[in-house]
T-cell receptor
Framework: QKEVEQNSGPLSVPEGAIASLNCTYSDRGSQSFFWYRQYSGKSPELIMF????GDKEDGRFTAQLNKASQYVSLLIRDSQPSDSATYLCAVRLGGFKTIFGAGTRLFVKA | ETGVTQTPRHLVMGMTNKKSLKCEQH?????MYWYKQSAKKPLELMFVYSLEERVENNSVPSRFSPECPNSSHLFLHLHTLQPEDSALYLC??????????????FGPGTRLTVL
């Protein structure tokens, strides 16, 4: 059974702090890794993707991938109350199969 | 606003009803997906179509029947559903594998309630 694990949270951080969201996956053949943000009652929105080991930065967001440890993370710098949402980690195994984690709820306190 | 639209946004149906969910993508993608999202559970992939051909069918009960008449449209036909089928049904689209990263873009979803 291919799995993607995330801490369900809630993760609570003060405004302006760094929020760190983590994800582990079980399939070593996984090819691409995605972070989606989902506001309550809305659909998932793609934030970032990464497919090579290391860091990838986009504005306040940094995705980190460590394939040896089967670990992917998302850092949000200068967290804002508008970042409060559920963050879904998704792993593409190959072909059309993408497995999603259950998500981590983030709460940014003003 | 995304390039993937879904109708209806909300649906309440009885267990004996027949209804259909519709999805349309305006992104020029050639793969479309149906997912089920239940509370506090990961998204469950139901069906995948690529170039109008079904390529994934994840042990979904036969009371859910997909249809993909062309690469821009996807339907999910529902009949004799159960209360446990109540969930958010999400449509997504992407390019087919081998043509890039294949990130998926989601529609707004249909909130389905089965009475």
């Amino acid at each position: 059974q291919k799995e993607v694990e995330q801490n369900s949270g809630p993760l609570s951080v003060p405004e302006g702090a760094i929020a760190s969201l983590n994800c582990t996956y079980s399939d070593r053949g996984s090819q691409s890794f995605f972070w989606y943000r989902q506001y309550s009652g809305k659909s998932p929105e793609l934030i970032m993707f990464i497919y090579s080991n290391g860091d990838k930065e986009d504005g306040r967001f940094t995705a980190q991938l460590n394939k040896a440890s089967q670990y992917v993370s998302l850092l949000i710098r200068d967290s804002q109350p508008s970042d409060s949402a559920t963050y879904l980690c998704a792993v593409r195994l190959g072909g059309f199969k993408t497995i999603f984690g259950a998500g981590t709820r983030l709460f940014v306190k003003a | 606003e995304t390039g993937v639209t879904q109708t209806p946004r909300h649906l309440v149906m009885g267990m004996t009803n027949k209804k259909s969910l519709k999805c349309e993508q305006h992104l020029g993608h050639n793969a479309m997906y149906w997912y089920k999202q239940s509370a506090k559970k990961p998204l469950e992939l139901m069906f995948v179509y690529s170039l109008e051909e079904r390529v994934e069918n994840n042990s979904v009960p036969s009371r859910f029947s997909p249809e993909c008449p062309n690469s821009s449209h996807l339907f999910l036909h529902l009949h004799t559903l159960q209360p446990e089928d109540s969930a958010l049904y999400l449509c997504a689209s992407s390019q087919a594998p081998g043509t890039g990263i294949n990130e998926q873009f989601f529609g707004p979803g249909t909130r389905l309630t089965v009475l």
